[in-house]
C-alpha cells in the first residue's frame, strides 16, 4: 500500500555532532511500523522531522502525496496526523475529560467515553492528569489519540515506564487504530513487546535507517541482531 507520510534522506545536526545524514521513514495506512535505534542514534529526532517539530537541515517530508522542504506539526496536523511525543502531552490545569473534549471539539469524530472505557479510565475522567499514575496518565494520552482518530499517528517511546499491564493496553488501543486504517509508526526499546505487535521494522542506527521488513525477517538480519539486540550472528 502506498505511504501516507514519507521522509526521504534527511539530515540534521546540533551543534556540529551530526545525528541523521540519510534517515528516511514510512507510514503507511492499515501498518504497525517500529521504529528501532540506540539512545543518540537519531530515531527520535528522525520522528520529531516526520512530524514537524523540528526542521532537518536537507531532505523532504512527504504527507498525502505532496513534498515540503519545511512541515509543521499545525499544519500535517489539521490533515490528520497525531504525534503523540514521549512526555507531557496533556496540562495540568484540566481533567482528563476537558482535555478529550477539546480534542474532539476540535477534530470531530472519536467517542470519549469509549476511548476511555477501552483504556481502562471511565473512573478517572474527572481527575487531572497530575493526580494518575505514571500509566494512567499515558493511558490518557493514548485516549486523546482515539478520540483523534487520525490518519497517522507518530508515538515517541509510548511504553516508557509503564507495567507491562498497561503496555498490553496500549498496545490493543494502537492495534485497534490500525484496524481502522490508521498508520502507525512507534519508537521504543521493548524489544519483545514491539516486535510482537509490530507488521515492519525500521532500524536507525549511523545517521541512517534500514527497512527490515517484517519482525520474523529483521530477527534474522545479521547486523541488527549484532549491533541491536546484542546477538550472536
Known sequence: MTPIL??????????GRRVLSAASLRAVPGEFRVLFGR???GKSTLLKIAAGR???????????GETALSVRLPALAARGLF???DHDLLSPAFTVRQQLTMVQRQFPGG???AAA???GLTARLDQRPQTLSGGER????????????????????????VSPLDADVLTAALQSLVSQGTAVVVTGHEVP???????????????TTYELGPPALARQHDMFRREYLGMAT
Open 111 to 113: 467517542d470519549i467515553l
Open 83 to 85: 504525534y503523540l511525543p
Open 39 to 41: 539512545n543518540g542514534m
Open 138 to 161: 499515558r493511558r490518557a494520552e493514548f485516549a486523546c489519540a482515539l478520540v483523534r482518530q487520525p490518519r497517522c499517528l507518530l508515538a515517541d517511546e509510548p511504553y516508557r515506564g
Open 117 to 119: 472505557e477501552r483504556l
Open 6 to 15: 514519507r521522509v526521504e534522506c534527511v539530515a540534521k545536526s546540533y551543534g
Open 193 to 207: 513487546t514491539l516486535l510482537d505487535a509490530a507488521d515492519h521494522v525500521t532500524w536507525c542506527t549511523d545517521g
Open 54 to 64: 523540528i526542521q532537518p537541515d536537507g531532505g523532504s517530508v512527504h504527507f498525502f
